[in-house]
């Protein structure tokens, strides 16, 4: 056991400097905060910005079965996001390389400049997700996938 010294002082959690994994399960587990956000577009995915604070957006995304993003990186954002439920498939394309990620509810994956991937529902049913974007916001910058170069820039 250790003395605490009377003039101690607690400072105040910044949400900023917690992972970006960490903000996305903690608003993953708290569906009292988004479920009255969530709906199901039969036309495209459906997005609903949860909360913006400081330099940090939470957004809810309501994938049907066959729903995804183009190919595309988030500009000079950083961030993750984690499925809540269902499942998602992530491809990430580099030069010469194309990972593909399966995702079922509780898995995360993180971002950064940069970083060029599409993210699609190939289940059978409804998939949720939390998304976190940090310094720059929801940007989506479209690609296509050279065979050769990799993925450039429309």
Do not use: C
Request: hydrophobic fraction near 35%.
């Amino acid at each position: 056991m250790f003395a605490v010294p009377d003039n101690t002082v607690a400072l105040t959690e910044k949400p900023v400097l917690r992972h970006p994994v960490r903000v996305a399960l903690e608003f993953a587990a708290d569906r009292d905060r988004w479920r009255h956000l969530l709906r199901y577009d039969p036309d495209e995915r459906f997005s609903a910005l949860v909360e913006a604070r400081d330099d940090e957006e939470i957004w809810l995304m309501g994938w049907l079965p066959g729903q995804h993003t183009d190919l595309h990186d988030h500009g000079h954002s950083t961030g993750a996001f984690t499925v809540v439920g269902g499942r998602l498939t992530e491809t990430v394309a580099r030069r010469g390389v194309t990972e593909v990620h399966a995702l079922s509810a509780g898995q995360s994956r993180v971002f950064g400049p940069g970083y060029v991937h599409q993210v699609r529902n190939d289940g059978p049913d409804p998939a949720i997700s939390i998304h976190v974007y940090r310094s720059g916001g929801r940007v989506m910058r479209s690609y296509h996938l050279d065979p050769v170069t990799g993925p450039v820039r429309d």
